[in-house]
C-alpha cells in the first residue's frame, strides 16, 4: 500500500470529492417611493417627576467602645440602601471615625 499521498488526494479523503458551486447571481432591485410626506416634528412633553413612596432603608445596630473589653455603647445607623453588606459597611465606617472597637449586631429593614 502506498502510504506517500498527494496534496490533492489527502483534500479528497477528508473533503470528499470537490464540487464547484453554480455561480449565484443576485439582481439588485431598487425600491422608488414616490409619494414622500413631511413628518411634523412631535413636540417634547415635559416628563413629570415621580416621588419615590418607599425609601429602602436598613438599620444596622452596633455596640462601639473605645476600651478593650470596657463599656460599651449601642449606636443605630440608618441606611439608604437594600443590600446589607453596603449598609453595615457603611455603620461601621461611620463608627470608625470616633470609635476604636466597632461590632455589628444586626441589620434589619425598616
Known amino acids: 500500500m502506498n502510504t506517500e499521498l498527494t496534496e490533492e488526494e489527502m483534500r479528497r479523503a477528508l473533503f470528499g470529492e470537490s464540487e464547484s458551486p453554480a455561480p449565484v447571481i443576485h439582481s439588485l432591485v431598487q425600491d422608488t417611493v414616490s409619494d414622500v410626506g413631511t413628518v411634523q416634528p412631535v413636540k417634547a412633553t415635559k416628563k413629570k417627576q415621580v416621588s ?13 467602645g473605645n476600651e478593650f473589653e ?30 476604636r472597637f ?5 441589620v434589619k429593614s425598616m
Do not use: D, Y
Open 52 to 64: 419615590n413612596a418607599f425609601t429602602p432603608r436598613l438599620r444596622v445596630t452596633l455596640r462601639v
Open 70 to 99: 470596657g463599656k460599651m455603647h449601642e449606636v443605630v445607623h440608618e441606611a439608604n440602601t437594600l443590600s446589607s453588606l453596603v449598609a453595615e459597611q457603611e455603620a461601621t465606617k461611620m463608627a470608625r471615625k470616633k470609635f
Open 102 to 106: 466597632v461590632k455589628v449586631i444586626s
